[in-house]
C-alpha cells in the first residue's frame, strides 16, 4: 500500500470533480418529479463502477428503482467483500435555506473542514461516502493490490425505507453471497477521534389522521361545542411522553436492553462536549429521557418524535376555522430487540385508546426496520480496527450511533453476513439539512482506509482458516 498517499494526491482533483459531476444530479426518491434523474444516477454509478475496475457491472431492475451492482472477482479460495451504499439523497427543500443550490456543489472551506469541503445534497449521505469505495477500488485495481473478491450492490431507495430492496436481496442471494458487507453510510466523532459505528437504531414511522366535524367549520358558531382535531391531536401527542419524557405507550419498554453499568460508563469514555454541543445546535440546554446522558438518549434509548404535524389554515392573516382534520408524521426510533412492526401495532392500539369522544383516529403505517448491533470481537471489525489505526495512527472508539439503516439488519437475516460500518461522516455534515456538505479531507481519508480493510480483512480471513 505504499502507494495510496502518493496516488491519492496526484488524482484528488479528479477525485473531487468525479463526486462534483455525480452530485450534480438531484436523484431524490421521494418526489416523482425526480424520477429520471434517479434512473440516470443509477448509470453513472454503473459507469463509475466500470471505470475503477469491476468486470461485470449491472443494472438490476426492481418493483422500484434500480439496483446497481457490480463486481470484481479474483478467485473462489478468496473471501468476499459485499460493498452496500446508496444513491438516492433527500429533498433539498426548503431551498432558501441553502447558501448555495444544492445541485451545484460547491467547495468552501469551514472551521470543522479547514482543506475544504464539498457542499450538496448527497455529499455525505450517500454519494460521498459511496463513491470513496469506487475509488479505493480504483486504487487497488491499477495497483494491482485487491486482495480478495468485491461486489457492490448501490440502491436508490435507501431514503424511502429500501422496500424494494428486501425482493432484491431475496431472489438474488447466490450472486450477493459474501463473508462480510461493508458501508459507508454514518459518520466518526471527529476527523482527529476516529471511531467506528457499531450500532443502528431502528425505526418505525406513521402517519396519524383525526377527524373531528365532516368539514370545517366557522369557529364562533361552533366553537366549544364540538372537538378541534388540532386541539385533540396535540393534546394526544404530547401525553405520548411523561414529565420524565419516558414514552408512555404500553409496551413500548418492554423489549428494550438494558446496558449494565459497566457498560454505560465504557460509553461515556467517548469524548464529549455538552457545552459545544449546545453551542453548535445554538440551544441553551438539551432536553430527554430522564436518568440518561445525551449520548446514551441518541443511541442506546427509544424515541418518539413529531416529523410534521399539520390542518387547518396556515395562510396569510387570519382565518377564523375549526379544521374538520389534523394530521402527523411521527417517527419512533429503536433499539435492538424492539419489533418495529409489534412497536407499529402497540403505538396504533395506544393512540386508538386515548381518542377522546367527538373524533375518529386513523394510524397508518409507513415504513420501519431493525436496529443492528455489530460485533466488535469479528475479524471484519479487527480488520476495520486496524485499517484506521494505519491511517489515522490512533485505535477507533466503537461507538452505537441514533441513526437507522433498515437494510442491514435484514442482510443478516437473509444472506447471514455481518456488517462493519466504517462511516467518515461528521454529525456537523448536516445530512438531511440544508447545506449538506462532506470534508474534503474526510472523503480523502476515507479512500485511504477502505483498501487497508481489505488487506487486513484478507490477512485475518485466511490466518482463521
Ligand atoms: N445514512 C443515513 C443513516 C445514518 C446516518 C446512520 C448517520 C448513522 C449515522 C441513512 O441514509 C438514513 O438517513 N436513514 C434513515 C432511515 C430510512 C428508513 C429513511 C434515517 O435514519 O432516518
Ligand atoms: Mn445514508
Ligand atoms: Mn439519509
Redesign the pocket.
Known amino acids: 500500500m505504499e502507494n495510496i498517499k502518493s496516488y491519492i494526491r496526484d488524482n484528488k482533483q479528479r477525485f473531487i470533480a468525479e463526486l462534483i459531476e455525480l452530485l450534480k444530479i438531484p436523484s431524490v426518491s421521494a418526489d416523482p418529479t425526480y424520477k429520471n434523474d434517479v434512473v440516470r444516477t443509477a448509470k453513472e454509478v454503473k459507469k463509475s463502477l466500470e471505470k475503477a475496475g469491476c468486470t461485470k457491472v449491472e443494472i438490476c431492475k426492481t418493483p422500484g428503482f434500480p439496483v446497481v451492482y457490480g463486481e470484481r472477482i479474483i478467485a473462489d479460495s478468496l473471501p468476499t467483500v459485499l460493498v452496500y451504499g446508496h444513491y438516492d439523497v ?1 429533498p433539498a427543500d426548503p431551498l432558501e435555506l441553502w447558501d448555495h443550490p444544492p445541485y451545484e456543489p460547491k467547495l468552501k472551506s469551514t472551521k470543522i473542514h479547514p482543506d475544504g469541503a464539498i457542499f450538496a445534497r448527497g455529499a455525505c ?2 454519494k460521498g461516502q459511496m463513491f470513496m469505495h469506487v475509488k479505493a477500488l480504483e486504487y487497488m485495481v491499477k495497483n494491482n493490490e485487491l486482495p480478495c473478491n468485491i461486489k457492490f450492490m448501490i440502491e436508490g431507495e ?2 424511502v425505507g429500501s422496500e424494494n430492496l428486501g425482493w432484491f436481496i431475496k431472489r438474488n442471494k447466490e450472486k450477493l453471497a459474501n463473508d462480510v458487507i461493508l458501508i459507508s453510510d454514518t459518520g466518526m466523532i471527529a476527523n482527529d477521534v476516529p471511531s467506528i459505528t457499531t450500532g443502528l437504531r431502528g425505526l418505525s414511522y406513521v402517519e396519524v389522521e383525526v377527524t373531528g366535524p365532516n368539514r370545517d367549520l366557522h369557529s364562533g358558531l361552533y366553537g366549544g361545542a364540538v372537538a378541534n382535531p388540532i386541539n385533540v391531536l396535540t393534546k394526544m401527542i404530547a401525553s405520548l411522553h411523561d414529565e420524565n419524557n419516558h414514552i408512555t405507550i404500553p409496551g413500548f419498554y418492554d423489549r428494550v436492553e438494558e446496558l449494565t453499568t459497566a457498560e454505560r460508563a465504557k460509553m461515556a469514555e467517548a469524548p464529549f462536549n455538552l457545552e459545544k454541543y449546545k453551542e453548535a445546535l445554538k440551544i441553551n440546554d438539551v432536553y430527554g429521557e430522564k436518568g440518561f446522558t445525551t449520548n446514551e438518549r441518541n443511541s442506546i434509548r427509544p424515541t418518539l418524535d413529531v416529523n410534521g404535524i399539520w390542518g387547518g389554515y396556515i395562510g396569510e392573516g387570519a382565518k377564523t376555522v375549526i379544521p374538520s382534520k389534523a394530521f402527523a408524521k411521527i417517527s419512533m426510533r429503536l433499539v435492538p430487540n424492539q419489533d418495529w412492526e409489534e412497536i407499529t401495532q402497540l403505538f396504533k392500539i395506544h393512540f386508538e385508546s386515548i381518542a377522546p369522544k367527538g373524533v375518529t383516529v386513523k394510524v397508518k403505517p409507513h415504513h420501519g426496520g431493525q436496529g443492528y448491533v455489530t460485533p466488535i470481537d469479528s475479524i471484519a471489525y479487527k480488520a476495520a480496527s486496524k485499517a484506521y489505526e494505519t491511517t489515522f495512527g490512533k485505535t477507533p472508539i466503537p461507538q452505537r450511533s441514533g441513526g437507522s439503516i433498515p437494510i442491514v439488519a435484514m442482510f443478516e437475516e437473509e444472506l447471514k453476513s455481518k456488517t462493519v460500518l466504517m462511516g467518515f461522516g461528521l454529525d456537523s455534515d448536516a ?2 439539512s440544508p447545506n449538506e456538505h462532506f470534508g474534503v479531507w474526510n472523503f480523502l481519508k476515507g479512500i485511504e482506509t477502505i483498501p487497508y480493510f481489505y488487506k487486513h480483512f484478507t490477512e485475518l480471513h485466511e490466518d482463521g482458516k
Request: aromatic letters at 0%.
Open positions: 433527500q449521505d450517500d435507501e431514503e445530512i438531511h
